[in-house]
Structures are given as structure tokens and as C-alpha cells.
């Protein structure tokens, strides 16, 4: 008989309970889920470390730049070890750039510099990585919330090297040997709504002096060694160390400016002297929320799964805002390019997460889900629609309009930092218009959705997921108007909440796509993706005996 696991959530803030603090973190493998190759999913995880809901996080990676597959637990070589974002394989990662220790020869080329390793000498923790190369280098990482200390440990066999990858667009690089320090920028990306003033500053911090350093890019591999600016696409860094050197750097990044990059450099790590400082207050700040759901009663494997998958329930929406010099928030914004006052999120789809991961997060984050809920509408009036799938900017990736059911929750739990009012004339511009990007982005084939009550199959190959999204949204409008007292959009909604009934067929039990003409279309194959019947994760909300 399997062992029951009993959950108790204990809510610090708001009961001031307190229990007694476990060692949680000894369960997390950030391993988990690696295993993964694309012809067995089309999901992939990452061993990131990072702090919770970190504007950057790092990972080892063994997939060649720009890859979805950042790391795959299969591939025997790290070619580097990259500041990441990346929420899912398909959405690619943005604001990247990388280190490689090398030793002996100087080598660039990202694929002749990967090193082979073994898992044994690897370990994968929230709030630290570290790994062991078949060369006898060792790479440690701790992260703070937008940075990270690190520490190359080299063999005193050869040269001791240190690589800097711009990743895939257009970088910056400056190196100064008498500060023991580099900067520069880098603007990768792929879904940033005005990525002309994209650019993630950072800068690094060394405890070692140069023995030698250069630039170089990754597009022909040209090494200009000695030089100490360049800029391209592509442009990175070498430099050298004494042989048998253990290497301790300081790294942070801005979206905002590279003086915001030192500020926060120095806030976040200022004050560390060495790696096991930041390690330390990383794994005390994982421990506190790891502690927040006790669970007993499971095996031991059933402990690490579960407390692995809290751990990257805590993960996204990252934060995407900054602190001034004296701690004030603001933010660059991935919508319309600009820098504002405030607190601004980013990185979720939220087709994925509206059902399971928000009703969490607010109950675990209130303070910080209601500043989400104003980020929503402040992304709203930047890009004219409020935010479906951000990566960071607006996507409108997947089905439905569901910042209106991450709304709608939180004010039921009794967070209610925002302006209702604004929030249900958002949804309302949402529901009954259609914006520029993606399928979630406003709405496909909205009118026919309230003239109809459905979605027309096929003018919509996704009608009957668009239908069931589109019915619940509403539905949540119509909660969130009525526990405000409007009246005038509780009508608006009730009539349409209901419209999920109208593809559902009860002759086979299925929803199933039907035609402008009300007729249910034929050959029906409930096992056709993308079919008449392309009802998806939905079938998670509606029950098959519908009321």
C-alpha cells in the first residue's frame, strides 16, 4: 500500500506560526528532469541555479549556443557555463553570455572547447553547482537574485585560461587588467517587444591579476589578443591566470545601465569574501522557503521529488525589476523599451501555470503576488494587452487570456493591491479584440465566439480549446466583477462563461469541433492532435459530466 504524504503549509507571514526549520534543500536534485531528449518530450529542464524567482540564473551547458537543449543529462562535455532565462526549450533563452576555464591551450571555438565530464563529480543544488572536468578543472557557482560568485579551480598541468562567450548577437566587451575586471553587454534575444534598447550590462569582478587577456568572436573565432575593447556579434574575452590558480569572481548584470550593473554588484556581493559566504545565505534563503510546506509520510524518493518540484515552482515569474543605490525598485520594461518606477515580472505562460502554479504562489508569496498583479496592468498599458506567455516581452504564445484568472485568484485570497476596475476593463479590451502576436494575445475568432457561442471548426483548428479557455477566462471575469460589486461586467461575462457547453457532443462524451453551421464535424478522432477534438490540458478543468 502506497505511504500517504501529508502536507502542512505553513504560512510565516500571515499566521507568524513557525516550525522547526528542516534541511530541505538536501532533497532538491536541480538534475531532475535532464535525462530528456526531444524525440522523448518536448519539455526540458536545466540544472539551474539560482535563488527564488532570481532575474538571472546560471547553468552548465552542454548544447551548443542558442539551443533550446541547454543541458542534457546524456551529453558527456560542458562547453560552458551560461547566465540563463530560459522558461522552456522552445522559447529559447535570451540575455546570455558564458565562462569556460580552460587549461593548457587557449581554445574559443565552443565546440572543440567542450570538456568531457562525469556526473559522479558533479553537484546540482538550488543554491550552488559545482563540477569536476575530466581536465582537473573545478567550476563553482553560488547565485544571488542578479548575479553570481563564482570560483575555477585550476591544475597546475598548463596555462590557466578563462573564456567569456557573447553568446549569438550583437556584444560589447571592455577588459581592464589594473581593475582585474571586464564589462560589456550583450542583446540575444528573440521575443523582447522593442528590443532596440534591449541590452543586459554586466560586469565581472576578479581576485587574480591578468597574466594575459584579449578579445575575440565567435563567428570566425579571430583571437585579437592584447586589445581591450571590442564590440560585434559575438565579441567576447580570454584571459590568463598563473597555472594552479583557484579564481574567485564576482559577477552581476543590468538591463537598466552598466552603473546599475556595479550598484548592484555591489549590493548583492559587496560584502562577500569568498564563495562559501554567498553559498551559505543561498541555501538559508532556499531552506526558509523550502520550509514554508512541511510534507511527512512519504519515502525518500517521493521527498526528492516533490521537494525538486517546489523548488521550480519557485522559479518563474522571475523578477525584472532593479534597487537604486537606495533600494527603490524600477525597471527596464521588455514591452515598450522604456524605464519606469516599480516592480515589473516576467517569463511565464501562463496557460501552463493559471491552473496549479499561481493558486500556489499566492498563497506562499502574498506581498509578492500583489506587486505581480500591478505588474500585469503596468505591462498592459506598456504594450497595450496584458501579458499571456512573456519571454520576457509578450509572446502571445498557447490559448486563452488567463492574467485575468491570476486577477481573479488573488483577489479571492485576499490580495488586493490593485485597481479591480482596470483589471476587468483590461480583460474586457483582451476578450473582445485581437492583438498582434500569438493565439493568446487577445482573441482569435472572438466575435464568432460570442455571436456563435463557440469557436467555428475548421476556420480555428483549435476551436474546442479556444471555446473551453475562453469560457473559463470569462468565468473568472465574472467572479472577479462580482466580488466588486460591477455590475455592468458581470453581465458582460455571465453571458458567455457558459460557452463550453457548446462543444461539448454528450452522444460520445467528448468535446469536439463544430461548424459556423452548428454541425458537429466528421471524421471525428479524438486521438488527432490538433483535430475537432483539440481540447489539450483543458480537459483538466471540465469535468466529463458536464452540468
Given at each position: 500500500m502506497r505511504k500517504l504524504i501529508y502536507l502542512v503549509i505553513f504560512l510565516f507571514i500571515s499566521t507568524g506560526i513557525y516550525a522547526q526549520t528542516k534541511d530541505l534543500v538536501q532533497y532538491v536534485n536541480t538534475l531532475q528532469g535532464t535525462d530528456s531528449h526531444f524525440g522523448l518530450s518536448y519539455?526540458?529542464?536545466?540544472?539551474?541555479?539560482?535563488?527564488?524567482?532570481?532575474?538571472?540564473?546560471?547553468?552548465?551547458?552542454?548544447?551548443?549556443?542558442?539551443?533550446?537543449w541547454k543541458y542534457q543529462y546524456a551529453v558527456d562535455a560542458i562547453r560552458g557555463f551560461c547566465q540563463s532565462h530560459q522558461c522552456s526549450p522552445w522559447m529559447s533563452d535570451y540575455a546570455v553570455y558564458s565562462f569556460m576555464p580552460m587549461v593548457g591551450e587557449l581554445v574559443v571555438n565552443q565546440d572543440k572547447r567542450a570538456t568531457k565530464f562525469s556526473h559522479d563529480n558533479e553537484i546540482a543544488k538550488p543554491h550552488y553547482?559545482?563540477?569536476?572536468?575530466?581536465?582537473?578543472?573545478?567550476?563553482?557557482?553560488?547565485?544571488?537574485?542578479?548575479?553570481?560568485?563564482?570560483?575555477?579551480?585550476?591544475?597546475?598541468?598548463?596555462?590557466?585560461?578563462?573564456?567569456?562567450?557573447?553568446?549569438?548577437?550583437?556584444?560589447?566587451?571592455?577588459?581592464?587588467?589594473?581593475?582585474?575586471?571586464?564589462?560589456?553587454w550583450v542583446n540575444n534575444q528573440r521575443?523582447?517587444?522593442?528590443?532596440?534598447?534591449?541590452?543586459?550590462?554586466?560586469?565581472?569582478?576578479?581576485?587574480?591579476?591578468?597574466?594575459?587577456?584579449?578579445?575575440?568572436?565567435?563567428?570566425?573565432?579571430?583571437?585579437?589578443?592584447?586589445?581591450?575593447?571590442?564590440?560585434?556579434?559575438?565579441?567576447?574575452?580570454?584571459?590568463?591566470?598563473?597555472?594552479?590558480?583557484?579564481?574567485?569572481?564576482?559577477?552581476?548584470?543590468?538591463?537598466?545601465?552598466?552603473?546599475q550593473a556595479v550598484i548592484t554588484l555591489n549590493n548583492e556581493l559587496g560584502k562577500d569574501s569568498n564563495l562559501e559566504t554567498t553559498k551559505a545565505r543561498g541555501q538559508k534563503t532556499w531552506n526558509e522557503l523550502l520550509n514554508r510546506i512541511q510534507v511527512e509520510g512519504?519515502?525518500?524518493?517521493?521527498?526528492?521529488?516533490?521537494?525538486?518540484?517546489l523548488f521550480r515552482a519557485n522559479l518563474f515569474s522571475r523578477k525584472f525589476y532593479e534597487r537604486k543605490a537606495n533600494g527603490e525598485p524600477y525597471?527596464?520594461?521588455?514591452?515598450?523599451?522604456?524605464?519606469?518606477?516599480?516592480?515589473?515580472?516576467?517569463?511565464?505562460?501562463?496557460?501552463?501555470?493559471?491552473?496549479?502554479?499561481?493558486?500556489?504562489?499566492?498563497?506562499?508569496?502574498?506581498?509578492?503576488?500583489?506587486?505581480?498583479?500591478?505588474?500585469?496592468?503596468?505591462?498592459?498599458?506598456?504594450?497595450?494587452?496584458l501579458p499571456s506567455w512573456s519571454a520576457p516581452g509578450e509572446t502571445g504564445g498557447m490559448l486563452g487570456n488567463h492574467s485575468i484568472s491570476l486577477l481573479a485568484d488573488a483577489w479571492a485570497k485576499g490580495i488586493r493591491t490593485f485597481d479591480p476596475e482596470k483589471a476587468l476593463k483590461a480583460y474586457a479590451h483582451e476578450a473582445m479584440n485581437k492583438g498582434p502576436w500569438g493565439g493568446a494575445n487577445g482573441r482569435g475568432f472572438w466575435k464568432e465566439y460570442f455571436?456563435?457561442?463557440?469557436?467555428?471548426?475548421?476556420?480555428?483548428?483549435?476551436?474546442?480549446?479556444?471555446?473551453?479557455?475562453?469560457?473559463?477566462?470569462?468565468?473568472?471575469?465574472?467572479?472577479?466583477?462580482?466580488?466588486?460589486?460591477?455590475?455592468?461586467?458581470?453581465?458582460?461575462?455571465?453571458?458567455?462563461?457558459?460557452?463550453?457547453?457548446?462543444?461539448?457532443?454528450?452522444s460520445i462524451g467528448f468535446m469536439r469541433g463544430k461548424g459556423v453551421d452548428g454541425k458537429w464535424q466528421e471524421p471525428f478522432d479524438p486521438l488527432e492532435w490538433g483535430g475537432p477534438f483539440s481540447v489539450r490540458a483543458m480537459l483538466g478543468i471540465i469535468p466529463v459530466g458536464i452540468p
Open positions: 519539455g526540458n529542464t536545466y540544472p539551474t541555479t539560482g535563488m527564488p524567482y532570481a532575474m538571472h540564473t546560471w547553468s552548465a551547458q552542454t548544447g551548443k549556443n542558442g539551443e533550446g553547482y559545482k563540477v569536476t572536468l575530466n581536465n582537473g578543472i573545478t567550476t563553482e557557482m553560488a547565485p544571488t537574485t542578479r548575479g553570481v560568485h563564482l570560483r575555477f579551480s585550476y591544475p597546475t598541468t598548463g596555462d590557466a585560461y578563462l573564456v567569456l562567450d557573447g553568446y549569438t548577437d550583437m556584444s560589447e566587451i571592455k577588459i581592464d587588467p589594473a581593475k582585474r575586471q571586464i564589462s560589456g521575443f523582447v517587444n522593442n528590443s532596440k534598447t534591449f541590452r543586459s550590462y554586466f560586469v565581472v569582478q576578479f581576485d587574480k591579476a591578468f597574466e594575459d587577456y584579449g578579445v575575440w568572436e565567435n563567428q570566425k573565432d579571430e583571437i585579437f589578443s592584447k586589445k581591450q575593447e571590442g564590440a560585434g556579434k559575438g565579441y567576447g574575452a580570454f584571459i590568463k591566470f598563473k597555472k594552479g590558480s583557484k579564481v574567485q569572481a564576482k559577477a552581476a548584470s543590468s538591463y537598466i545601465s552598466a552603473e512519504g519515502t525518500e524518493e517521493q521527498m526528492k521529488t516533490f521537494y525538486s518540484c525597471y527596464y520594461s521588455p514591452y515598450d523599451g522604456k524605464v519606469h518606477a516599480g516592480y515589473m515580472y516576467t517569463d511565464n505562460g501562463f496557460w501552463d501555470t493559471f491552473r496549479s502554479q499561481f493558486p500556489l504562489t499566492n498563497i506562499l508569496h502574498p506581498t509578492m503576488q500583489g506587486r505581480y498583479m500591478n505588474a500585469l496592468l503596468a505591462a498592459q498599458e506598456q504594450c497595450g494587452w455571436e456563435l457561442g463557440y469557436v467555428p471548426y475548421p476556420e480555428s483548428m483549435g476551436s474546442s480549446a479556444q471555446t473551453m479557455e475562453y469560457a473559463y477566462d470569462d468565468f473568472c471575469g465574472y467572479q472577479l466583477a462580482k466580488m466588486v460589486g460591477n455590475k455592468h461586467y458581470q453581465e458582460v461575462f455571465a453571458r458567455q462563461m457558459y460557452n463550453y457547453k457548446n462543444v461539448f457532443d454528450p
